[in-house]
């Protein structure tokens, strides 16, 4: 069974640019999740969809992030216009149902912002 | 917000030495998990507690619940190199699915 995949690993840009990531739960989860990792700090809630609809996106740091999932398969995270802050690694995590099941991660999107 | 004071920060240790870390919240979990993280990689779910007092082993780790349900603690029996990585801890309240992680445990094993 495939896991959580992640794209790109790596991702280098201007300040003022835009940039999506994407992720690819494993198949049949209907819960997927995204986090960040800044620097040496703990790794932070982002949002939470239920198939195609956020359940709870009160970790979203401001407008300037939009989190989709069209048909509720895979989602897209884009960051416009980019701000050094939004430095950091950004993970997507998929489990199978709601509550008692773990959630599995994906190797995360590294993103850095010149 | 909540938050997860995780500690030690880091940790350099021999090769077969046990190892011990942990995290308290001023907040009460239903839920607490441990993950590790490799370079270049997830996360990973190392052990998972779901109620206070749980004691949980998964090979050479043990990890607990506190009966407050505001600490866990997981400990490493006999450490080898491929022990090395970032631990984190992670509490979970029930209302919402969503993971409070701790700032991690840099574990480095010297041979």
């Known amino acids: 069974e495939a896991g959580v995949t992640q794209f790109p690993s790596h991702s280098v840009i201007e300040k003022g640019q835009t940039v999506t990531l994407r992720c690819d739960p494993i198949s049949g989860h209907d819960n997927l999740y995204w986090y960040r990792r800044v620097m040496g700090k703990e790794i932070k809630f982002l949002l939470h969809?239920?198939?195609?609809?956020?359940?709870?996106e009160s970790g979203m740091p401001n407008n300037r992030f939009l989190a989709e999932r069209t048909g509720g398969t895979y989602s897209t995270l884009k960051v416009q216009p980019a701000e050094l802050e939004d430095s950091g690694v950004y993970f997507c995590a998929s489990s199978e149902i709601t509550g008692g099941r773990e959630q599995f991660f994906g190797p995360g999107t590294r993103l850095t912002v010149l | 917000g909540q938050q997860l004071n995780q500690s030690p920060q880091s940790m350099f240790i021999q090769e077969g030495e046990d190892v011990s870390m942990n995290c308290t919240s001023s907040s009460i979990f239903n839920t607490w998990l441990w993950y590790k993280q490799d370079p270049g990689e997830g996360p990973v779910l190392l052990i998972a507690?779901?109620?206070?007092?749980e004691l949980t082993s998964n090979g050479r780790l043990t990890a607990q619940f506190g009966i407050t349900r505001k600490d866990s603690f997981l400990n490493i029996s006999a450490s080898i190199p491929s022990d090395v990585g970032i631990y984190f801890c992670?509490?979970?309240?029930?209302?919402?699915?969503?993971?409070?992680f701790g700032t991690g445990t840099l574990l480095a094993v010297q041979p």
């Open positions: 507690l779901y109620k206070a007092g």
């Open positions: 992670a509490g979970r309240n029930g209302a919402t699915n969503k993971l409070i």
């Open positions: 969809f239920v198939k195609e609809s956020k359940q709870d």
